[in-house]
């Protein structure tokens, strides 16, 4: 009992202490007015709030954004993409290691694909290896023509045989005689011509049979994977000549 007296005194002896306090601190607040003469007071339209609720500028309740094709897109990607996670996952807390993981799958995804698409390019490169073989094709058929019309193929064909070269001398023996029968108006040479396109033009029965022994011995020599020894390219040689002399005589 008298612990219980002694508390209430201490209590209350502090009371007015505190009060005198708040007392000191509201008689130090001062309000201060920019102006203190000449006063209007500031005058509201009754109908103030009732036209700002009628106003439809201010109505933010049933405010709808429009979707267009790909934000209807983006909500069905990410549903069935939380489709997919859930069937995989199931269910996960919060704070495990699948909360972190699984927002960020599909950017790890997209840097996989890449990296692996440019892995892809960098070892098969599909756009140099096309260009590259329409270069190479490019050269071979103007080095041809550039042959059969303006280059000296006799001379071309006494330094092959000077050389041991017999297969380079077969072809422009070859190229040679096409230049002739395109002179004498018996084919129209074009470099993209076969053969026998070639020989099918010839109406002289004997030219065209000498010629299809010459073709015979061209593509043998000339498209063969081996080397050509001296007998072989002199049998050769003399189809030719054969078929030049004929010509001549055109």
């Given amino acids: 009992m008298k612990l219980r ?4 005194a201490i209590l209350f002896s502090f ?5 005198q306090e708040q007392d000191t601190i509201v008689q130090k607040r001062e309000i201060q007015y920019d102006q203190s003469e000449d006063l209007i007071p500031v005058e509201f339209d009754r109908n103030f709030e009732k036209q700002l609720k009628e106003n439809k500028d201010f109505d933010y309740m049933n405010q709808q954004n429009a979707e267009n094709w790909w934000t209807r897109f983006k909500k069905w990607l990410n549903a069935k993409y939380n489709q997919l996670i859930n069937w995989l996952f199931g269910n996960y807390e919060a704070g495990s290691v699948l909360a972190f993981l699984i927002p960020i799958i599909p950017y790890i995804l997209l840097i996989i694909l890449l990296i692996l698409i440019a892995w892809l390019f960098s070892r098969l490169n599909p756009g140099r290896v096309f260009l590259k073989q329409e270069k190479q094709a490019q050269v071979f058929m103007n080095e041809e023509e550039e042959l059969v019309k303006n280059e000296d193929l006799p001379a071309l064909i006494k330094e092959a045989i000077q050389n041991g070269n017999f297969r380079i001398a077969i072809r422009y023996y070859y190229l040679l005689q096409l230049r002739k029968l395109d002179e004498l108006k018996l084919i ?6 076969t053969n026998r396109e070639y020989s ?11 010629f299809g022994e010459t073709t015979r011995f ?3 020599i000339w498209y063969g994977a081996f080397p ?3 007998s072989e390219f002199k049998l050769a040689q003399n189809e030719f000549q054969k ?8």
């Fill in 243 to 250: 078929l030049n002399k004929m010509l001549e005589g055109k």
């Fill in 15 to 19: 009371l007015p202490i505190h009060a």
């Fill in 5 to 8: 007296i002694l508390f209430l």
């Fill in 218 to 220: 061209y593509e043998f």
């Fill in 188 to 193: 129209e040479y074009q470099f993209q011509k």
């Fill in 200 to 210: 099918e033009e010839i109406s002289d029965d004997q030219i065209r049979k000498v």
């Fill in 228 to 230: 050509v020894t001296h």
